[in-house]
């Protein structure tokens, strides 16, 4: 039998030239908040698009500015949270229609975080409510356009109810140190708020709404421009106040988001999942007064149980960069889920992040496969969120 021919390197494909991202069009059509020049000036590095609106991503390395976080005081340009405004006499019952929560359980006054769901009980939103008065709340957004649903909703429910979008763009104050600087700004009326509360006050004329909130699991606040034109002005006041406490403009933390449990919409929940998938089934009030939109449906999920479960994992392995797909979790050789976030916490010094899985596979200590860019690596399922379960920091 003639011997087969040895195969030789097959030949490279060409290699193609890297489409260069700046080349993206950055048109009028694409808003830019009333920070956005100077945080331009303040060395931006990088901007995502969220909300149709710029978001700064990164100053520094995304590490530095991780650290920076929690020793000192960052600034964050997140008027991308656009909010919308539902006011007039039936503006309680609207609210109750569109949210799981209870709203009889928020006071004018407060603030908390609730869920946008549809017919099916699938995430459209997880917005921080604000209740300004007994028929007036605001919906600061995650990144969809629950604008255009709320309109059709009021207009399908024939409602009495106004629903715009408010000149109101909010700038987060966040770090362990942000409380002295709201101290030397605003005093004991913001200093005293309770966790998830606001108050309306100025800063030298500036109108504000302060509320006790924010992305990151530290002691924070944030800070509703009531007047959009006076962005640079309370941008340069906020600045020039936090020098003594070493503030310093940084993008969005998602190291320490995913450390505190906080999920990011668009990644680690979409339209396709439920509340109790994502473990969020404790803002859904099935006993509240009244029906809204999605309660039988999600009545009859935890009748029945979910079919998914969102974990936390820990990725073996050298660090990793923060994941932009969503990676490929197998069992047993086959595909099973998918990682939604993912990152290297420097000062758990693990790779941590959340996976998709069926709840067959969801089991604490199960161990899997997560496809990673570099090669697989094995991951274990831990509980999250990874630190401060009870949230003692943020309510310090």
């Not at 520094?60 to 976080?69: A, G, I, T």
């Not at 000192?72 to 949270?81: G, S």
């Not at 429910?157 to 140190?177: C, F, H, N, W, Y």
Request: aromatic share 10%; glycine share 10%.
């Amino acid at each position: 039998m003639a011997a087969r021919k040895r195969a030789g390197p097959k030949p490279s494909a060409p290699r193609t030239k890297r489409y260069d991202m700046a080349l993206i069009q950055r048109g009028a059509r694409l808003r830019r908040s009333p920070f956005f020049d100077k945080t331009w000036e303040a060395g931006c590095k990088a901007y995502t698009v969220y909300n149709h609106t710029f978001l700064p991503s990164y100053y520094d390395d995304p590490v530095k500015e991780y650290w920076h976080l929690l020793k000192h005081v960052a600034l964050w340009d997140v008027a991308v949270e656009r909010n919308v405004e539902i006011s007039g006499p039936d503006g309680f019952a609207f609210m109750q229609l569109i949210t799981p929560r209870d709203m009889t359980k928020c006071r004018v006054g407060q603030g908390k975080y609730v869920l946008i769901t549809d017919e099916d009980g699938g995430i459209l939103n997880d917005p921080v409510l604000l209740r300004l008065e007994e028929n007036r709340f605001w919906i600061a957004l995650a990144d969809s356009d629950i604008l255009l649903w709320a309109k059709g909703v009021a207009r399908h429910a024939g409602m009495k109810v106004t629903i715009r979008e408010p000149d109101a763009s909010p700038l987060q104050v966040q770090g362990p140190k942000s409380k002295g600087l709201m101290a030397d700004l605003f005093g004991d009326k913001v200093t005293s708020l309770p966790y998830y509360f606001f108050t309306k006050t100025d800063l030298g004329g500036i109108p504000l709404l302060v509320t006790r909130t924010g992305w990151t699991g530290e002691v924070g606040y944030e800070l509703y421009l009531l007047d959009g034109s006076l962005g640079g002005q309370l941008w340069d006041a906020v600045v020039k106040a936090g020098k003594r406490y070493n503030l310093r403009p940084t993008g969005p933390s998602d190291i320490r988001r995913i450390e505190a449990g906080i999920l990011n919409y668009g990644a680690d929940m979409t339209i396709e999942n439920n509340p109790y998938e994502v473990g969020l089934g404790w803002t859904v009030d099935l006993d509240k007064p009244g029906d809204f939109i999605g309660k039988a449906a999600l009545a009859r999920i935890k009748d029945e149980g979910p079919k998914w479960k969102l974990v936390g994992l820990e990725i073996e392995g050298k660090p990793i960069e923060f994941n932009m797909t969503k990676w490929t979790v197998t069992a047993r050789g086959r595909p099973v889920g998918r990682v939604t976030s993912a990152i290297h916490s420097p000062r758990l010094k693990a790779n941590i992040g959340y996976a998709m899985l069926p709840v067959v596979h969801a089991d604490m200590g199960t161990e899997l496969i997560v496809e990673h860019p570099d090669g697989p690596r094995t991951a274990t399922i831990v509980k999250k969120p990874f630190l401060d379960p009870g949230k003692e920091i943020p309510k310090a």
